[in-house]
């Protein structure tokens, strides 16, 4: 099967193209290299660099007739996209039209997209299920939405079957590669504090209504999102029908749980700060993932706090 893996040099991607590897798919990578990094592509993949947004380069990518599209090309900051909206809606936004428009033009039949837990918004109940209202509260969120939305008409009118996969919080490593330089999310930040990058850890609140009061977030490890989007391009190729599933664990983890697992992984002292809490963040997110079990047989086996914090550990100590 020919695969074309767009934002396959990134964190997650590039977990994704060794899977698709390991199962002995023919694969192209096609990536800008703004934010992931050419060493990360597996040997046995084909990359080819260019950008979503220019339509000349994207056609050098589906001259070789994929079957299927797996697209994590995104800008991913929510904080900067409260700021940079015109950023946002050009990359996520237009480059997937733009995608769309060369996979009409070539026939290709399906797409797995990288959706996001931030197309919830805040939690109305937990854990948080595929049926709970679509509300995002930063403008990333209302990106992938719109791009959940666009693939249901590219569905309906073009016959382009999707899976939208709704990550909850990427964590972990299969193996060495480069790391994100200034990383947003918290485990790449106890990470580089760990390695000695960073002074310390800003833990925004610990008022929460939480066991310890600190925000409680659902871990996923890479290489289970790696396993579902296999899983996935499978049942979308196999049923012929969309799917719109989280990736998640159904558990919490605390941010004071994290520092100190991180501390007696690594034998580092982790300092930090409590800070106020920042707006709009909630509680406790956690999210059900029994429809992806039901549906694809999936279920998360590297999600423990212990491998996700070794692996990464096994990567930072050495790359930061
Ligand atoms: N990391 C998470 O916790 C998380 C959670 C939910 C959803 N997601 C989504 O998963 C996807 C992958 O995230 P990641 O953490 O691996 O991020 P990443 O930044 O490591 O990967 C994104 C990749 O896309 C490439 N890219 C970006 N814009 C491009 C463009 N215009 N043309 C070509 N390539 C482009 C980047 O160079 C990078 O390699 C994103 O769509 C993100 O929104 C991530």
Excluded at 16 to 39: I, M, P, Q, W, Y
Excluded at 51 to 70: C, G, H, S, T, Y
Excluded at 197 to 218: E, S
Aim: aromatic content about 8%; some cysteine.
């Amino acid at each position: 099967m020919q695969v074309l893996i767009i934002g396959g040099a990134g964190y997650i991607g590039s977990h994704v193209v060794n899977t698709c590897c390991d199962k002995h798919c023919a694969v192209t990578v096609f990536d800008n290299l703004s934010s992931g990094f050419r060493e990360n592509v597996d040997p046995r993949a084909t990359l080819i660099i260019g950008d979503i947004m220019r339509i000349d380069n994207l056609e050098k990518a589906f001259a070789q007739k994929p079957d299927v599209v797996i697209h994590l090309a995104a800008h991913k900051d929510a904080g900067e996209s409260m700021h940079k909206p015109e950023k946002y809606s050009h990359n996520n936004i237009s480059g997937t039209i733009n995608i769309l428009a060369k996979m009409v033009e070539h026939k290709t039949p399906f797409i797995i997209f990288s959706s996001s837990a931030a197309v919830y918004g805040s939690p109305e109940y937990l854990p948080i299920d595929e049926n709970h209202p679509l509300n995002p509260e930063n403008y990333y969120g209302f990106t992938k939405l719109e791009i959940e939305r666009l693939l249901f008409w590219y569905s309906k009118l073009k016959g382009i079957r999707y899976a939208a996969l709704r990550y909850f919080n990427a964590a972990g490593y299969g193996s060495p590669r480069n790391v994100e330089k200034n990383p947003g999310n918290l485990l790449p930040i106890i990470m580089e504090v760990a390695a000695g990058k960073r002074k310390d850890v800003k833990v925004y609140g610990n008022d929460y209504d939480t066991p310890d009061g600190t925000g409680v977030r659902d871990y996923i490890h890479v290489l289970d999102l790696a396993d579902a989007h296999y899983r996935a391009m499978e049942y979308v190729q196999t049923h012929g029908t969309d799917l719109v599933v989280n990736l998640s664990t159904e558990k919490g983890l605390s941010v004071l749980e994290l520092i100190r697992k991180t501390e007696e992984i690594t034998g580092k002292k982790i300092p930090y700060e409590i800070t106020p809490r920042r707006p709009g963040d909630p509680a406790t997110v956690v999210a059900s993932a029994k429809l992806a079990h039901q549906l694809l047989g999936w279920k998360p086996q590297h999600s423990d706090s212990d491998e996700i914090i070794r692996s990464m550990w096994d990567v930072y100590k050495s790359k930061v």
